[in-house]
């Protein structure tokens, strides 16, 4: 028994150290990066237009890693240098591991976002805003909004508790901006929560399997499958602008990458990214065809 | 930001852990038993049924099944189950098949056939000698089919969160959401008790019937 526990102590230990060595080899130097995207689209496209641009203006080569589960696992991920590069938002990577100052000012909390993750901890460059931001809005069938006569979220008074609420599993965790705290704001608490891939509340809304989805406002299947979004009227949600952002280190051996990505930031907003979200989503394209020939069409890429 | 370690977790968060343990508890319990209902008496027809064709065609299929990656089992239910505990408790129950089956076919195939015959020279009906002489000589490979399968789909049930149907890995994925180390860490290890429990307290069970098994071998 203790002769075959030793076995598997040392198999385990053996796995971890070549598995450590393995992540170590692509940290990062000698011209190539990472990129990691959340499970989600959009991250997916923009993934694709730094890496067309990163290899069109320098010679570093570009690897993506796609659908890490969330965003503080991708921010954990540049952190220890498995990936160096990531599309990340402001309110949700302040609230998973700073706080938030200002939630209801953007330009006061891109500034927040900038400051702390430049500090010791991640020593990350935080990139200004591609222009858009991404929230959370809650989403129902346009047949219900006009049953119920919804337009903002307060509206779901005394009606919440009678529906089935579709979210992802992680909002139920979040503390400046999660359920606890939107149950407090609103005084509302929906009948029954269902906590799931964001990626399937939009059906799941659609088929009646639920009545209200907590969607990802730049998703183009809210417009695809007939959803009216209810007005955050108290102003609950944070701001979420996107931005590119980029760790020190691959910043300091690759100096061309900030200029490379550089056209890219403040090109975008909701509305344009929902439509190459829906040329994904709803179309079935490929991002990376997306991506290029967004580049091409806006004159980014030849 | 929480106003908990790995420790205070399990006392602050108890409310929350036992919810979805017993979530996570239904989950596999009701894909066990549903795999139980069919795959034991569909074991039992394989060994009596004289067509090859069925056997080897049922056994393939069930196969099939257990080769399906968990996540894409899911995915592929979703269109025509929906969300929810439903499409979660089927996927898991089609992989609780393949065991089942396989042991249940096992144990009675591992029977003497001297046994059976001596039965009916005692003048057993076939009912009498299935279900008081066959079945308690493959209830020890039944019950280790039963085991094996409730250790997997206490695993694999980690994923049902995802089609909502919540359970322990609903607080898993919340925490990774984020970042709260000591939710992830309590849920899992949650996980692996529930999962080491039923390994321990079904091992008991597949013991009792072992020995009785025995016995009723030796007695004829």
Not at chain 1, 125 to 140: E, I, L, P, Q
Not at chain 2, 105 to 123: L, N, Q, V
């Amino acid at each position: 028994m203790k002769k075959q526990l030793s076995i598997i102590l040392s198999v385990l230990i053996l796995m971890t150290l070549s598995l450590s060595a393995c992540s170590s080899s692509g940290s990062g130097s000698g011209g190539s990066i990472t990129i990691g995207t959340q499970t989600y689209t959009e991250t997916k496209i923009l993934a694709e237009m730094y890496k067309a641009l990163i290899e069109d203006n320098t010679d570093v080569s570009v690897d993506i890693k796609t659908d890490l589960e969330t965003s503080p696992v991708t921010l954990k991920a540049m952190q220890s240098g498995d990936i160096q590069m990531s599309t990340q938002y402001t309110g949700t990577a302040l609230s998973a591991f700073f706080s938030i100052e200002n939630p209801k000012d953007p330009e006061a909390t891109l500034k927040q976002a900038k400051e702390d993750f430049s500090g010791d901890k991640f020593n990350f460059k935080w990139f200004d805003s591609v222009g858009y931001a991404n929230t959370y809005a809650f989403a129902v069938r346009d047949s219900l909004a006009e049953k119920y006569d919804l337009e903002t979220i307060s509206d779901l008074k005394g009606k919440a508790n009678n529906m089935t609420a579709a979210f992802d599993t992680s909002w139920l965790e979040r503390d400046n901006d999660g359920y606890d705290a939107f149950k407090n704001t609103y005084d509302l608490e929906f009948g029954k929560t269902r906590p799931m891939e964001i990626g399937l509340v939009y059906d799941a809304v659609k088929e009646k399997d639920v009545d209200i989805a907590l969607a990802y406002s730049t998703d183009a299947r809210i417009e695809g499958f007939d959803l009216t979004i209810l007005e955050d009227n108290k102003q609950f949600f944070p701001p979420y602008d996107a931005s590119p952002v980029v760790t020190q280190k691959a910043l300091d051996n690759n100096p061309g990458i900030s200029d490379a990505i550089e056209p890219l930031l403040g090109k975008l907003d909701e509305a344009k990214m929902g439509k190459l979200n829906g040329k994904v989503d709803l179309d079935g394209k490929d991002p990376k065809d997306v991506a290029l020939n967004y580049l091409k069409d806006q004159g980014m890429l030849k | 930001m929480n106003d908990y370690g790995y420790l205070s977790i399990f006392s602050a968060r108890a409310n929350d852990l036992l919810i979805a343990l017993g979530e996570h508890m239904l989950i596999t319990f009701a894909s066990v038993m549903l795999g139980c209902l069919v795959a034991i008496p569909l074991g039992i027809f394989l060994t009596k049924t004289d067509i090859g064709w069925i056997r080897s065609i049922t056994f393939t299929i069930t196969n099939v099944f257990n080769t399906i990656p968990s996540l894409a089992m899911l995915a592929m239910l979703l269109p025509l189950l929906g969300i929810g505990l439903v499409p979660a408790i089927v996927a898991l129950f089609l992989y609780s098949l393949m065991p089942i089956l396989r042991n249940t076919y096992a144990g009675f195939t591992s029977i003497d056939p001297h046994i059976i015959e001596s039965a009916r020279g005692m003048g057993y009906s076939t009912t009498q000698l299935l279900f008081q002489i066959e079945l308690l000589l493959a209830v020890p490979y039944i019950m280790s089919g039963i085991r094996l399968t409730t250790v997997y789909i206490i695993n694999w049930a980690a994923l049902a969160t995802l089609i909502g149907a919540g359970g322990l890995g609903e607080l898993i994925v919340s925490g990774l959401g984020v970042y709260d180390k000591p939710l992830i860490l309590a849920a899992a290890i949650l996980a692996m008790l529930l999962a080491l429990v039923a390994d321990f307290s079904l091992g008991k069970v597949e013991k009792f019937f072992f020995k009785s098994a025995h016995s009723t071998q030796q007695q004829n």
